[in-house]
């Protein structure tokens, strides 16, 4: 009864934060907690039944793991998992050094307005959806009206079939999400730098240091706490593909899958083509598993070496 | 930025969880608007069934109007209401896939071999079993359809879709721009295989550089003499076979010698370069800039293409016509296995398949406002036709819509000699079921989805991509679906005596 009352209590004095809180914490309910439950959907053969959805998944038959079966019979799991591992590392490491970058340059810019010009145009990319970003790289890679090959014909350079040769897409894909993406984080380390104490610099500037050397010992320090954040919580995201980039992009073009096939790929080509349920939840099942393991992991090796870095 | 980020699985899984709730209260609001627009008059003491009606095409900016111009009359005339909703032909397979799973309130929906997969989604039990339904409620639709058509769709031995009155062979032909055929003066008649088709498209890309000589799309394929297990996977008999093995398409000399010419085409330009990306070609038709193209034709094809692209367009046969079973399973209408008015939905059905007015009114729309009749069964489109253009095909019985201005009389009769001249394809009648292989088959088509398109247009080189592929299919475990169909159509044959 007291812990009832003590609980009853809290509620009430922290209400305006629960309030707050609240359409968070629905939104998460709704589309993140209840849809779990279709988890068991990995261990079963789906089939429709004439009472609905949940019906549905009651009566279907589980067959235990044979639905993982499909994603490990070809070399396809070990393709799907490096790719999106490997891009995902090179997005984070390039992501983060020319975010940091531009924050810096941007916040020393002394023409204020200009700066925020700049942030504003390299934002802009960000709002952009997939399928036009696909769009414009297409303008630049048709292989016949495509601006790429037309400088090429210029000066009598052989034209490149961009969409079947795997072996530049690495490149691309990495440029892509660069241009999109940066001036997006960017802002968040822009904030950050914009709130670190002035005096610290005056201090420094008294002491004769110069731009670079207040950049090296007074913003990047001050930075770092942000940027593990911001590092642990993409590291969670490792191996979540972002499938416009992967799908739209390379226009779905087959022989480009051995470098642009990724997990989130995969799994739509498979319902797509198969419509089979069971075994894209497996397909999402061991995205999600792998994910947690490695949020879980590199979150205790923050909290080993820097405590106060740590998510939880 | 990667906050946002979602992966589709999930999306998909919530989108399920949240339909089940979306759907339980979106039924409630639909019978309330259903008997406000269509309720009052025609006094019965049954109430009148309110069938929900799932096709496929572009959604026409018309449709409300007629659908309740539709209402009035099967009203009256078997107590029932339709809700037609239309979805896009691009959209149509994904989205039904998901509603069916869901469990999503409808009574009637369309399917076809190449569109929300009959076979498959049969088995799945998305559709509900006609059998006795056609016997009580569909005896209109047995009498006028060809039998062929009934027997072909047999899934397991029992029916789950009405099959619409059509061509039922399929035929492939090339199509020209007669335009260009004329200024050349180049002989079609002597095409037929796709290497004597190389002489046109030489002087094509010689003389016209903006053209494209060849206009294909990435589902492109070359004709080979092959009767396909499944459609676009590599297992097939020969169309003339006699001891019906079941061989693998990478493994014979047809594909190899197909796919020499489709390089050599490729590589000469007569292609385009994009193809293996090329979802439409849609543009050329509209600007001219094609030469040929392959498709399926039906008796008097070339009008309707004509008259859609607005300039002449002949054709030459590039093989023989055969019943496939996926050409009779190339329009149904299915009744959903969770439908709460099965016999009102049959009912409907047969309506729809033997009465012209109602049949004419989902084609064509209200008469008067979309078209006017000018003839027994002749009928002329007004301008506002454009605002309800229907694809004729999906929707059932063609042979009692009305003739076009320019059709033939003789134009049904020219069908159903279409129809007698198809030569029956070995598989014919049979479906594969693919329970017991179906993640060797998820597999098969993961590879399928790599190597497919490019290789078939000619995009990547046949002499090192066919035994790539080739292994990488037997990874996937396409000799275990190979034994396990040949079993199952040893089977059929012994209980067919074929």
Same mark, same amino acid.
């Given at each position: 009864?007291k812990?009832?009352?003590?609980?009853?209590?809290?509620?009430?004095?922290?209400?305006v934060?629960?309030?707050?809180?609240?359409?968070?914490?629905?939104?998460?309910?709704f589309?993140?907690?209840i849809?779990?439950?279709?988890?068991?959907i990995?261990?079963? %053969?789906?089939?429709?039944?004439?009472?609905?959805?949940?019906?549905?998944?009651?009566?279907?038959?589980?067959?235990?793991?044979?639905?993982?079966?499909?994603?490990?019979?070809?070399n396809d799991?070990?393709?799907?998992t490096r790719?999106?591992?490997?891009?995902?590392?090179a997005?984070?490491v390039?992501?983060?050094?020319?975010?940091?970058?531009?924050?810096?340059?941007?916040?020393?810019?002394?023409?204020?307005?200009?700066?925020?010009?700049?942030?504003?145009?390299?934002f802009?990319?960000?709002?952009?959806?997939?399928?036009?970003?696909?769009?414009?790289a297409?303008?630049?890679?048709?292989?016949?009206?495509?601006?790429?090959?037309?400088?090429?014909?210029?000066?009598?350079?052989?034209?490149?079939?961009?969409?079947?040769?795997?072996?530049?897409?690495?490149?691309?894909?990495?440029?892509?999400?660069?241009?999109?993406?940066? &001036?997006?984080?960017?802002?968040?380390?822009?904030?950050?730098?914009?709130?670190?104490?002035? !005096?610290?610099?005056?201090?420094?500037?008294i002491?004769?240091?110069?731009?670079w050397q207040?950049?090296? !010992? #007074?913003?990047i320090p001050?930075?770092?706490?942000?940027?593990?954040?911001m590092?642990?919580?993409a590291?969670?995201? #490792?191996?979540y593909?972002?499938?416009?980039?992967?799908?739209?992009?390379?226009?779905?073009?087959?022989?480009?899958?051995?470098?642009?096939?990724?997990?989130?790929?995969?799994?739509?080509?498979?319902?797509?083509?198969? &419509?089979?349920?069971?075994?894209?939840?497996?397909?999402?099942?061991?995205?999600?598993?792998v994910?947690f393991?490695?949020?879980?992991?590199?979150?205790?090796?923050?909290?080993?070496?820097? *405590?106060? &870095?740590?998510?939880? | 930025?990667?906050?946002?980020?979602?992966?589709?699985?999930?999306?998909?899984?919530?989108l399920?969880?949240?339909?089940?709730?979306?759907?339980?209260?979106g039924?409630?609001?639909?019978?309330g608007?259903?008997?406000?627009?269509?309720?009052g008059?025609?006094?019965?003491?049954?109430p009148?069934?309110?069938?929900?009606?799932y096709?496929?095409?572009?959604?026409?900016?018309?449709?409300?109007?007629?659908n309740? %111009?539709?209402?009035?009359?099967?009203?009256?005339?078997?107590?029932?209401?339709?809700?037609?909703?239309?979805i896009?032909?691009?959209?149509?397979?994904?989205?039904?896939?998901?509603?069916?799973?869901?469990?999503?309130?409808m009574?009637?929906m369309?399917? /076809?071999?190449?569109?929300?997969?009959?076979?498959?989604? /049969?088995?799945?039990?998305?559709?509900?079993? #006609?059998?006795e339904?056609?016997?009580?409620?569909g005896?209109?639709?047995?009498?006028?359809?060809?039998?062929?058509?009934?027997?072909?769709s047999k899934?397991?031995g029992?029916?789950?879709?009405?099959p619409?009155?059509?061509?039922?062979?399929?035929?492939?032909?090339?199509?020209?721009n007669?335009?260009?055929?004329?200024?050349?003066?180049?002989?079609?008649?002597?095409?037929?295989?796709?290497?004597?088709?190389?002489?046109?498209?030489?002087?094509?890309?010689?003389?016209e550089?903006?053209?494209?000589?060849?206009?294909?799309?990435?589902?492109?394929m070359?004709?080979?003499?092959?009767?396909?297990?499944?459609e676009?996977?590599?297992?097939?008999?020969?169309?003339?076979?006699?001891?019906?093995?079941?061989?693998?398409?990478?493994?014979?000399?047809?594909l *190899?010698s197909?796919?020499?010419?489709?390089?050599?085409?490729?590589?000469?330009?007569?292609?385009?370069?994009?193809?293996?990306?090329?979802?439409?070609?849609?543009?050329?038709?509209?600007?001219?800039?094609?030469?040929?193209?392959?498709?399926?034709?039906?008796?008097? /094809? %070339?009008?309707?293409?004509?008259?859609?692209?607005?300039?002449?367009?002949?054709?030459?046969?590039?093989?023989?016509?055969?019943?496939?079973?996926?050409?009779?399973m190339?329009?149904?209408?299915?009744?959903?296995?969770?439908?709460?008015?099965?016999?009102?939905?049959m009912?409907?059905?047969?309506l729809?398949?033997?009465?012209?007015?109602?049949?004419?009114?989902v084609d064509?729309?209200?008469?008067?406002?979309?078209?006017?009749?000018?003839?027994?069964?002749?009928?002329?489109?007004?301008?506002?036709?454009?605002?309800y253009?229907?694809?004729?095909?999906?929707l059932?019985?063609?042979?009692?819509?009305?003739?076009?201005?320019?059709d033939?009389?003789?134009?049904w009769?020219?069908f *159903?000699?279409f129809?007698e001249?198809?030569?029956?394809?070995?598989?014919?009648?049979?479906?594969?079921?693919?329970?017991?292989?179906?993640?060797?088959?998820a597999?098969?088509q993961?590879?399928?989805?790599?190597?497919?398109? !490019?290789?078939?247009?000619?995009?990547?080189?046949?002499?090192t991509?066919?035994?790539k592929?080739?292994?990488?299919?037997?990874a996937?475990?396409?000799?275990?679906?190979?034994?396990?169909?040949?079993?199952?159509?040893?089977?059929?044959?012994?209980?067919?005596?074929?």
């Amino acid at each position: 009864m007291k812990m009832v009352g003590g609980f009853l209590k809290d509620v009430v004095k922290n209400k305006v934060f629960l309030l707050m809180v609240l359409p968070g914490a629905l939104w998460f309910l709704f589309f993140s907690y209840i849809p779990m439950f279709g988890t068991v959907i990995a261990f079963k %053969e789906y089939r429709f039944s004439r009472d609905g959805f949940w019906a549905s998944i009651v009566n279907s038959d589980w067959v235990g793991f044979d639905n993982f079966k499909f994603l490990f019979s070809t070399n396809d799991a070990y393709i799907i998992t490096r790719n999106t591992l490997l891009y995902n590392i090179a997005f984070i490491v390039l992501g983060l050094v020319l975010s940091v970058v531009m924050a810096v340059v941007l916040s020393e810019l002394v023409n204020k307005k200009l700066a925020k010009v700049y942030q504003t145009g390299m934002f802009l990319p960000y709002f952009l959806s997939w399928v036009i970003v696909g769009y414009f790289a297409f303008s630049f890679l048709s292989s016949q009206r495509g601006m790429l090959n037309q400088v090429f014909a210029y000066f009598g350079w052989e034209p490149v079939q961009w969409y079947s040769d795997p072996k530049f897409w690495p490149y691309i894909l990495i440029l892509v999400i660069l241009w999109k993406a940066v &001036g997006y984080n960017s802002v968040v380390y822009l904030a950050s730098i914009m709130g670190i104490d002035k !005096s610290l610099y005056e201090a420094a500037m008294i002491d004769g240091a110069n731009k670079w050397q207040q950049i090296r !010992s #007074i913003t990047i320090p001050m930075l770092s706490p942000i940027i593990t954040i911001m590092t642990l919580l993409a590291v969670g995201k #490792i191996f979540y593909a972002d499938f416009g980039l992967f799908y739209q992009v390379p226009r779905d073009s087959g022989t480009l899958y051995s470098v642009t096939n990724v997990i989130d790929t995969y799994v739509y080509r498979g319902l797509k083509t198969t &419509g089979e349920i069971g075994m894209s939840t497996a397909a999402g099942l061991y995205q999600s598993l792998v994910g947690f393991i490695l949020v879980i992991t590199s979150n205790a090796i923050v909290r080993k070496y820097n *405590k106060d &870095g740590a998510l939880f | 930025m990667s906050r946002k980020r979602k992966s589709f699985s999930l999306v998909l899984t919530t989108l399920l969880a949240t339909t089940l709730v979306v759907s339980a209260c979106g039924s409630k609001a639909d019978n309330g608007t259903n008997t406000a627009g269509s309720g009052g008059e025609g006094a019965s003491n049954e109430p009148t069934a309110e069938l929900i009606w799932y096709t496929i095409g572009v959604p026409q900016k018309d449709l409300a109007l007629v659908n309740e %111009e539709i209402n009035k009359y099967t009203k009256e005339k078997i107590n029932a209401t339709v809700d037609i909703k239309m979805i896009d032909f691009g959209d149509y397979t994904q989205k039904m896939q998901v509603m069916a799973a869901s469990g999503e309130p409808m009574d009637i929906m369309f399917t /076809a071999s190449w569109a929300f997969d009959y076979v498959q989604n /049969a088995r799945k039990g998305a559709f509900m079993e #006609i059998d006795e339904l056609l016997e009580k409620h569909g005896q209109g639709i047995k009498e006028t359809l060809d039998p062929a058509f009934l027997e072909g769709s047999k899934v397991d031995g029992h029916n789950y879709g009405v099959p619409a009155n059509k061509e039922l062979p399929a035929q492939e032909v090339w199509r020209f721009n007669d335009e260009l055929v004329k200024k050349y003066n180049l002989d079609i008649k002597s095409v037929r295989s796709m290497e004597s088709l190389e002489p046109l498209l030489k002087t094509i890309k010689e003389n016209e550089p903006d053209v494209t000589p060849l206009a294909l799309v990435k589902d492109f394929m070359p004709l080979m003499p092959f009767d396909y297990v499944i459609e676009k996977l590599p297992m097939a008999v020969y169309l003339d076979t006699k001891d019906y093995k079941v061989v693998n398409l990478f493994e014979t000399p047809e594909l *190899k010698s197909a796919l020499d010419t489709m390089r050599k085409f490729y590589q000469a330009g007569y292609i385009s370069p994009e193809v293996a990306t090329t979802t439409s070609v849609e543009d050329l038709y509209k600007s001219g800039k094609w030469f040929t193209d392959r498709a399926s034709t039906q008796p008097l /094809a %070339e009008n309707l293409w004509s008259a859609s692209y607005g300039y002449p367009v002949t054709t030459t046969p590039a093989g023989d016509a055969y019943t496939f079973n996926w050409s009779v399973m190339g329009s149904m209408q299915a009744i959903s296995a969770n439908s709460e008015h099965p016999e009102k939905a049959m009912e409907f059905l047969n309506l729809l398949n033997t009465d012209p007015v109602l049949r004419n009114m989902v084609d064509s729309g209200i008469e008067g406002t979309h078209y006017e009749k000018i003839g027994d069964n002749k009928m002329k489109n007004l301008p506002d036709a454009k605002n309800y253009d229907m694809p004729t095909f999906s929707l059932g019985n063609l042979l009692i819509t009305y003739l076009n201005e320019n059709d033939p009389d003789n134009k049904w009769e020219l069908f *159903k000699e279409f129809n007698e001249s198809g030569i029956d394809a070995p598989l014919l009648g049979f479906n594969f079921d693919a329970t017991k292989v179906s993640k060797e088959i998820a597999a098969v088509q993961n590879v399928k989805e790599e190597y497919w398109s !490019s290789l078939m247009t000619g995009t990547v080189d046949p002499a090192t991509y066919i035994a790539k592929a080739n292994e990488k299919f037997k990874a996937a475990g396409l000799d275990t679906v190979i034994a396990e169909v040949q079993s199952q159509l040893d089977a059929w044959r012994a209980a067919n005596n074929k």
